[in-house]
C-alpha cells in the first residue's frame, strides 16, 4: 500500500473510531442509497424490547435501518450533546431526557412505558428476603445500581420514601454501573440481593424477584423523543409514534413494562 | 541522526504523536483548574485517593511477593511446561480487565472454586473487600513484575552463582546477597510499573470486587462514578492518575525506551 493511501486508511479509523457509539448494536449495515439509517439512544434496560421494536419497525418500514446504542442513560444523554449523531433518544428517567432537551433539544417528547422496582435474590435466596424491610436485616449483602445511574436513584428514593434508609444502606457492599450488572452480581450468588427493574428479570429465570408492593414501589417513567437537528426527523418521528402506539406498548409489555400513566 | 526522514513518515508519527496526546490534552483543557483543590480535598476525593494507594501498594507487595520467585523458577529452573507457566503468567496483562474479573469470580467468588471453601472454612469473603481490590490488582500486575524480573535473572551470568558457590555460600545467601542485588534495577523497575498499573484498574475491580466508597471503591472507580453526576469532578480526578502515570514513565524512561 502507498504511504499516501496508508495514511487515508489510518485518518478513516480515526475518524470512524471517533464516530462509533461506545455499544451499538447494527440491526443492519450497508443500506443502500434509497434507505434511511436511523440511530436510537436508548437505556439499557430496553435492550431485549426495543431490539423486537426495532426490527418490527424495519419490516413495517422498507429502507429503514434502526441502529441502537445502549446504555445508562445519564451517559447517553452526555452522548447526545457531545456527539450529534442520535436521531431518537429514549431514557430510563426524566432528568436525563430533561438534560438531552436542554442540549441540543428534543421533539415530540412523550412518555411510553413505565417500570416498577424489584428485589432480586439468587434462586436459593440464602438472606432469606421477602420484602423491602428484610433487606435491613444485618448481613444482608445489597448491590444497587450508583448514584446517578437511574436504576439506583430510583432504589435510593423508594428506600427514602418508605423510611428505610437509615436500615438498608448500610447492608450496600457495591454500586453498579447498571442494572444488568446489579443482576449479575446476585444471579452469580455474590451478593444476596439487589434492587432492579422488573423489565430486568421479566425474561430472567436465574434469578428470584421479590414484588414490592405498589405503595411502597416508586414508578419510573421512561420518554421517548426525537433529538432536535436529526438529518431524518420524519423517520425519527414515525420511529417514535411506532413505540408510543399499541404495537410498542404490546411488546413492551411482554418485556415487563407498565404502560405510561395517565 | 541529521539525515532527513521521508516526509510520509514524519507525516504518520505526527498523527500517532497526536493521537496519544489530544485526549491528555482534552482532559488538561477542560479541567475545572477553579475548583480542582477543592474537589481533590472534598471528602468523596480524599477517601478514593487513599484506598487507590493502599490498595495499588499492597497488591505491588504482593506482586514482588510471589512474582520475583516465580521469575526466578522460569529464569532458572528446568522444567516441562516452562513455556506453559511463563505464557499463563502473563495472560492477565493480555487479558480484558472484565474477563480477568469473572475469572477471579469463578475462582474467589462466595460461590468459586477455591472462594466457596474459603468462606466455609476460613470466614473469608473477598468479594466486596478492600481485599478482594487488592487480589484484582494484584492479578493484573503480577505479570509486570514476572517479566522485568526474569530478564533481570536470564541477564545475569549464571558464573557469579557458581562463584558465590565454590566459595561456601549456600543456595538461599547466593540468592539474597549476590543475585537479588544484582537485579536490583530491574525488580524495582517491574514494581514501580506494576504499581502503577495496580493504580489505574478498573475492569477486574469493579467486577471481582464492586464499587463502595472506602472500601473498594479507588479512584478509577471514583472516576467512573463521579462521571455519571459531575463531569468536572471526574476530570479532575482522571488528571491525578495521568499525572501520577507521567512521573512513573519519566523517573522509569531509561527502562522503557533504552534511552537517556
Given amino acids: 500500500m502507498k504511504p499516501k493511501a496508508l495514511v487515508a486508511v489510518l485518518l478513516a479509523t480515526l475518524v470512524l473510531a471517533a464516530c462509533s457509539p461506545s455499544s451499538s448494536t447494527s440491526a443492519s449495515t450497508n443500506g443502500s442509497a434509497a434507505s434511511t439509517e436511523l440511530t436510537v439512544f436508548a437505556a439499557s434496560s430496553l435492550t431485549s424490547a426495543f431490539n423486537e421494536i426495532g426490527s418490527d419497525f424495519e419490516g413495517a418500514n422498507p429502507g429503514a435501518t434502526v441502529t441502537f446504542n445502549y446504555g445508562s442513560s445519564t451517559d447517553l444523554a452526555t452522548q447526545i450533546a457531545s456527539e450529534g449523531t442520535a436521531d431518537v433518544f429514549a431514557s430510563a428517567s426524566g432528568t436525563a431526557m430533561d438534560t438531552a432537551g436542554k442540549d441540543p433539544g428534543v421533539e415530540d417528547r412523550a412518555d411510553f412505558a413505565t417500570n416498577q422496582l424489584v428485589i432480586v435474590t439468587p434462586t436459593d435466596d440464602p438472606a432469606c428476603i421477602s420484602s423491602l424491610e428484610d433487606l435491613g436485616t444485618p448481613g444482608v449483602q445489597l448491590v444497587l445500581g450508583a448514584e446517578g445511574v437511574p436504576v439506583g436513584d430510583y432504589a435510593r428514593q423508594m428506600l427514602e420514601q418508605d423510611g428505610l434508609t437509615k436500615q438498608v444502606m448500610p447492608n450496600v457492599v457495591s454500586n453498579e454501573p447498571d442494572d444488568a450488572s446489579v443482576v449479575a452480581k446476585v444471579k452469580s450468588g455474590e451478593a444476596d440481593a439487589g434492587i432492579v427493574y422488573t423489565s430486568d428479570i421479566a425474561s430472567n429465570a436465574d434469578v428470584r424477584g421479590v414484588t414490592i408492593p405498589t405503595k411502597q414501589n416508586v414508578i419510573a417513567t421512561y420518554p421517548v423523543a426525537v433529538v432536535a437537528g436529526s438529518s431524518n426527523a420524519d423517520v425519527a418521528s414515525s420511529f417514535v409514534a411506532y413505540v408510543t402506539g399499541s404495537h410498542g406498548e404490546a411488546t413492551l409489555k411482554r418485556y415487563g413494562f407498565g404502560p405510561p400513566s395517565g | ?260
Fill in chain 2, 1 to 260: 541522526m541529521h539525515r532527513r526522514l521521508p516526509l510520509s513518515f514524519v507525516v504518520l508519527g505526527v498523527i500517532g504523536a497526536a493521537f496519544v496526546a489530544l485526549p491528555v490534552v482534552g482532559l488538561a483543557l477542560r479541567a475545572p483548574w477553579g475548583r480542582i483543590v477543592e474537589i481533590l480535598t472534598g471528602p468523596g476525593a480524599r477517601t478514593a485517593l487513599r484506598l487507590s494507594l493502599e490498595v495499588s501498594l499492597l497488591a505491588t507487595l504482593c506482586s514482588v511477593v510471589f512474582g520475583v520467585p516465580l521469575a526466578w523458577i522460569l529464569a532458572r529452573g528446568r522444567f516441562r511446561g516452562r513455556a506453559v507457566v511463563r505464557a499463563l503468567v502473563i495472560l492477565p496483562l493480555v487479558l480484558p480487565p472484565v474477563v480477568a474479573g469473572v475469572g477471579l469470580l469463578q475462582a474467589l467468588g462466595r460461590r468459586g472454586i477455591v472462594g466457596s471453601w474459603l468462606e466455609r472454612v476460613a470466614g473469608i469473603q473477598l468479594t466486596f473487600t478492600t481485599a478482594g481490590a487488592v487480589v484484582a490488582a494484584t492479578f493484573v500486575s503480577i505479570p509486570l513484575v514476572v517479566l522485568s524480573a526474569e530478564a533481570g535473572f536470564r541477564s545475569l551470568d549464571p558464573r557469579f552463582e557458581r562463584a558465590a558457590a565454590v566459595l561456601g555460600a549456600k543456595p538461599g545467601y547466593t540468592l539474597r546477597r549476590v543475585v537479588l542485588p544484582m537485579v536490583a534495577p530491574q525488580l524495582v523497575a517491574g514494581a514501580v510499573l506494576a504499581w502503577a498499573r495496580a493504580l489505574g484498574e478498573f475492569g477486574a475491580t469493579i467486577t471481582f470486587a464492586g464499587n463502595l466508597e472506602g472500601r473498594t471503591q479507588t479512584v478509577p472507580l471514583a472516576v467512573f462514578q463521579t462521571l455519571q453526576t459531575d463531569q468536572e469532578g471526574a476530570i479532575a480526578l482522571s488528571l491525578v492518575l495521568v499525572l501520577l502515570s507521567i512521573c512513573v514513565l519519566v523517573a522509569l524512561r531509561d527502562r522503557i525506551t533504552g534511552t537517556g
